[in-house]
């Protein structure tokens, strides 16, 4: 094919140079043969640049990470400053003190309940640590025989063997089911599967009782639980009653089993407190973070945990000791990025400062909440979402292209998760970027179901 005949002038040969080169995540590459990929030069704010000068409105914080936009001055600062002492060391052996800061910062974020980091650079490799520590765990409690691991129906907790053996998309596990071995999949507590009469609070304890009927069978052989807290991101942003977390924990303890909360995508202020689980009153074995940690600069993440855990790897035997490594674990530069982006949190009060910001979008997006086509209309902190009402399957079927591709018309970033709209945007939003985000929104919305 002929990679640059669909490109705006301008545009062509950086286009043609990535086709030829550069294989997209989550995309099937022909479909670039119609939607042309867009060449960023450079974002500011809340905003991305292409090579022509248009910009588009970040409204998912490009896949949920820059949570204080691009280019922000205060973060390349710290960024700065770390490049003239140091880049990168081994955290094996050696340690820094980037990486011991904000160790003891997020530590302190959960009153020293989860006081130990691990470190990775992506989000899956997250999921794979806390799978690992927990099965590791239990074998050094002499509990061998708990290999296995629940997740929720609908969960998404990333791409790598281990992640997805806990994930529950049929896309992935069609394609690579046989390579995985398979985790025992129980009810989501998605409020929209609410039946007549029942309350929110009223399906988190339904999906949790079934979780405890599974616990009275396997108990003994279960490891773990994974979640999202609050919100099930990649499944539509399914969200549900904080009174599941507290279910759950109560049976993990009740049944020996560990809870991780995969705050991937959740954590950082996202559902509206710091950490999702406070919403529960509730701190898990194990907290998974990535994303926003590094406010969208660089690959960062980690897995905190107790100290009991710790303490059952503590030991003379190499053994028994937590066999897993990588060669970026800790990196300096990504870790001054996290402790500018803490810093961010304290210094202009962000969590209350949302409070107010998803208040005016709220009331921003209620007309698009009352459209007739437009069905759960959701929130949860800063992330909002609603389900297109499509009658027709082939219309259903190509919704989130049509939307994405006439969404970057309107100057917005958009990407519908199948027929599920959601907004994740940064969180120094003004007035006339949440008014126009709102409005241009039902513009795509009306144009797209029209169509």
């Given at each position: 094919?002929?990679?640059?005949?669909?490109?705006?002038?301008?545009?062509?040969?950086?286009?043609?140079?990535?086709?030829?080169?550069?294989?997209?995540?989550?995309?099937?590459?022909?479909?670039?043969?119609?939607?042309?990929?867009?060449?960023?030069?450079?974002?500011?704010?809340?905003?991305?640049?292409?090579?022509?000068?248009?910009?588009?409105?970040?409204?998912?914080?490009?896949?949920?990470?820059?949570?204080?936009?691009?280019?922000?001055?205060?973060?390349?600062?710290?960024?700065?400053?770390?490049?003239?002492?140091?880049?990168?060391?081994?955290?094996?052996?050696?340690?820094?003190?980037?990486?011991?800061?904000?160790?003891?910062?997020?530590?302190?974020?959960?009153?020293?309940?989860?006081?130990?980091?691990?470190?990775?650079?992506?989000?899956?490799?997250?999921?794979?640590?806390?799978?690992?520590?927990?099965?590791?765990?239990?074998?050094?409690?002499?509990?061998?025989?708990?290999?296995?691991?629940?997740?929720?129906?609908?969960?998404?907790?990333?791409?790598?063997?281990?992640?997805?053996?806990?994930?529950?998309?049929?896309?992935?596990?069609?394609?690579?089911?046989?390579?995985?071995?398979?985790?025992?999949?129980?009810?989501?507590?998605?409020?929209?599967?609410?039946?007549?009469?029942?309350?929110?609070?009223?399906?988190?304890?339904?999906?949790?009782?079934?979780?405890?009927?599974?616990?009275?069978?396997?108990?003994?052989?279960?490891?773990?639980?994974?979640?999202?807290?609050?919100?099930?991101?990649?499944?539509?942003?399914?969200?549900?009653?904080?009174?599941?977390?507290?279910?759950?924990?109560?049976?993990?303890?009740?049944?020996?089993?560990?809870?991780?909360?995969?705050?991937?995508?959740?954590?950082?202020?996202?559902?509206?407190?710091?950490?999702?689980?406070?919403?529960?009153?509730?701190?898990?074995?194990?907290?998974?973070?990535?994303?926003?940690?590094?406010?969208?600069?660089?690959?960062?993440?980690?897995?905190?945990?107790?100290?009991?855990?710790?303490?059952?790897?503590?030991?003379?035997?190499?053994?028994?000791?937590?066999?897993?490594?990588?060669?970026?674990?800790?990196?300096?530069?990504?870790?001054?990025?996290?402790?500018?982006?803490?810093?961010?949190?304290?210094?202009?009060?962000?969590?209350?400062?949302?409070?107010?910001?998803?208040?005016?979008?709220?009331?921003?997006?209620?007309?698009?909440?009352?459209?007739?086509?437009?069905?759960?209309?959701?929130?949860?902190?800063?992330?909002?979402?609603?389900?297109?009402?499509?009658?027709?399957a082939e219309a259903a079927a190509t919704f989130s292209r049509r939307f994405f591709s006439q969404a970057l018309q309107q100057e917005l970033l958009l990407r519908p998760i199948g027929r599920t709209v959601y907004l994740m945007p940064p969180y120094i939003l003004n007035d006339e970027e949440i008014a126009g985000l709102a409005s241009r929104t039902q513009t795509v919305f009306d144009q797209v179901i029209r169509a």
């Amino acid at each position: 094919m002929d990679a640059t005949k669909h490109s705006p002038s301008g545009q062509d040969d950086l286009v043609a140079r990535s086709l030829r080169s550069v294989w997209h995540p989550c995309t099937q590459m022909q479909h670039h043969e119609t939607v042309p990929l867009i060449p960023v030069t450079h974002g500011k704010g809340a905003w991305l640049y292409d090579t022509d000068g248009k910009r588009y409105l970040d409204a998912i914080s490009s896949w949920w990470v820059n949570m204080f936009g691009h280019a922000n001055p205060r973060i390349n600062a710290a960024l700065k400053d770390q490049l003239d002492k140091l880049e990168h060391a081994m955290l094996a052996g050696f340690t820094h003190e980037p990486v011991v800061q904000l160790s003891e910062q997020l530590a302190a974020r959960t009153n020293h309940q989860l006081g130990h980091c691990f470190y990775a650079s992506d989000g899956a490799s997250a999921v794979e640590i806390a799978l690992k520590m927990s099965f590791h765990a239990w074998r050094n409690h002499g509990k061998s025989d708990k290999q296995e691991f629940v997740c929720l129906k609908g969960s998404y907790h990333g791409e790598t063997v281990g992640a997805l053996a806990v994930t529950d998309v049929s896309l992935f596990r069609e394609a690579y089911g046989p390579m995985l071995q398979r985790a025992h999949v129980i009810a989501s507590p998605d409020a929209r599967l609410a039946q007549d009469g029942e309350s929110t609070a009223d399906v988190a304890r339904r999906a949790a009782a079934e979780f405890e009927s599974l616990l009275q069978q396997r108990a003994g052989k279960i490891a773990a639980i994974i979640v999202e807290p609050l919100v099930q991101c990649a499944t539509g942003m399914a969200m549900y009653d904080p009174v599941y977390l507290k279910e759950v924990r109560a049976l993990c303890d009740r049944y020996q089993v560990h809870m991780i909360a995969d705050e991937i995508a959740v954590g950082c202020g996202r559902t509206g407190t710091f950490f999702a689980c406070e919403q529960a009153a509730i701190w898990p074995d194990f907290l998974c973070l990535s994303k926003g940690i590094s406010g969208g600069y660089l690959p960062l993440s980690l897995v905190m945990t107790r100290d009991d855990i710790y303490q059952a790897f503590y030991d003379a035997d190499v053994t028994r000791g937590f066999l897993h490594s990588h060669s970026y674990t800790g990196n300096p530069l990504a870790c001054r990025a996290a402790l500018a982006t803490l810093a961010i949190f304290d210094e202009d009060n962000v969590i209350e400062a949302n409070r107010v910001r998803a208040a005016r979008m709220s009331a921003a997006l209620a007309p698009l909440a009352a459209h007739p086509q437009v069905a759960h209309f959701r929130q949860r902190g800063m992330i909002w979402a609603f389900d297109a009402v499509i009658d027709d399957a082939e219309a259903a079927a190509t919704f989130s292209r049509r939307f994405f591709s006439q969404a970057l018309q309107q100057e917005l970033l958009l990407r519908p998760i199948g027929r599920t709209v959601y907004l994740m945007p940064p969180y120094i939003l003004n007035d006339e970027e949440i008014a126009g985000l709102a409005s241009r929104t039902q513009t795509v919305f009306d144009q797209v179901i029209r169509a």
